[in-house]
């Protein structure tokens, strides 16, 4: 299946265990929303989905997220960049099973 992976930037908050589940959440109209779940997958980089992503939208990991209804106070928001947003090269919103 295809996915996705951010490079979250140098010293982005706390540095959780590699499997730490996060929260993507896009930009409209100056809020975030959620979008998709993730994966941290190593420090500094999130897995998702590939057809979570889209190109005209601004992105941010949420980290520690646990109850989408309550701020815990323990969440790391941390904004990811378009330029570290990095596409499976065989996804493809027409043929979903080719990557």
Sequence with gaps: ??????????????TPCPG????LQYERDGTF??????????????????HCISSSLTYQVVLGEYDMAAAEGAEQRIAVHAADIFVHPKWSSFCVACG
């Design 20 to 23: 730490t589940p996060v929260s």
């Design 1 to 14: 299946s295809s996915f996705s992976r951010a490079k979250l930037p140098e010293g982005a908050g706390k």
């Design 33 to 50: 929303r959620h979008t998709c779940g993730g994966t941290l997958i190593a420090p500094g980089w999130v897995m998702t989905a590939a």
